[in-house]
């Protein structure tokens, strides 16, 4: 990314990825031809989030790596959850959050597991000294070209449990130790309300996750914890080349109005502003970061 301070046609900001072969799932980046950037030589912290302490789920890689190293740099420790295939992804998060002079915990678990999901949000407090920031970001999706009749029961149950089951446990343990000031955080995606018919159980979950930010966000609202979401658009992460077939890889993005895949290092900031008391009136609502397509 290029500076900040001057003004940049957003449609070339970044050039679009290459890539047009698939990796092994779960993907892995440095299996990528043209890696993502999530901010490492970009973000400048400002303190916005000194002290806090943060779980992020799917915080190995992709997003969740963008908005670990923008944590980190405005002050936050930050423990990432992820998969123990990710581990080597996630000790470069680590790294990074530990480069910026905060403290760095990885977790190796399956969300899809009710007791797993608890050991997340209680090795979190332990680890981290409490718990204020929590991002629900971990997902699974796998791209179905035959649409519903191609979506098998145990693909389905995988998208329900990571996507939504998750984010039910996750939140549910954290909600005793989240004190006022606090933030909860969900990833949904431009799928909620544009779903795509080879990813119709993904979209499903994604529309669900607007839902649960909706209504948990007037359900502790008189506890002083908001609730948000931040919809992504195509981003390039490795779970793009990972669970998408050949032909929707090459050119991932393009039909945006700014033209292009978006990157991690652009979604960061949005988190950064839910989690900070600059949002401090914002809460129940969804940010769309899509290249342009509208959240319809």
Not at 13 to 18: D, K, S, W
Not at 97 to 104: Q, Y
Not at 260 to 269: C, V
Request: with cysteine; proline share 6%.
């Amino acid at each position: 990314m290029s500076d900040q301070t001057t003004p940049q046609d957003p449609s070339d900001q970044y050039a679009q990825p290459e890539d047009a072969e698939t990796i092994a799932h779960p993907g892995l980046t440095e299996d990528m031809d043209t890696q993502p950037d999530h901010g490492e030589q970009s973000y400048e912290g400002s303190n916005r989030l000194s002290g806090k302490k943060a779980v992020i789920t799917g915080g190995d890689s992709g997003i969740g790596r963008a908005v670990a190293i923008a944590f980190a740099r405005e002050g936050a420790d930050v423990l990432i959850a992820c998969l123990p295939d990710e581990k080597e992804d996630a000790e470069e998060t680590r790294r990074l959050v530990e480069e910026a002079g905060r403290r760095g915990v990885v977790c190796l678990t399956d969300l899809t597991q009710e007791a797993e999901c608890n050991r997340v949000v209680d090795e979190a407090v332990e680890q981290l000294g409490g718990l204020d920031i929590l991002v629900n970001n971990a997902a699974y999706q796998m791209a179905q070209p035959g649409g519903l009749e191609d979506i098998t029961t145990e693909q389905l149950d995988r998208v329900m449990k990571t996507n939504l089951y998750a984010m039910f446990w996750l939140t549910r343990r954290a909600l005793p130790h989240l004190g006022k000031g606090a933030t909860i955080i969900n990833t949904s995606s431009i799928q909620s309300r544009q779903p795509s018919p080879e990813l119709l159980d993904y979209a499903t979950t994604k529309a669900g996750i607007v839902a649960f930010t909706q209504g948990l966000a007037q359900s502790v609202a008189e506890r002083g914890i908001r609730v948000n979401a931040v919809a992504p658009g195509p981003i390039w992460t490795p779970l793009i080349p990972a669970t998408m077939p050949e032909g929707k890889v090459e050119g991932f993005g393009e039909q945006t109005p700014l033209g292009r895949a978006g990157q991690p290092a652009e979604l960061a900031p949005a988190y950064v502003f839910l989690a900070s008391q600059e949002s401090s009136y914002v809460t129940g609502e969804v940010i769309g970061v899509t290249g342009g397509n509208p959240l319809t």
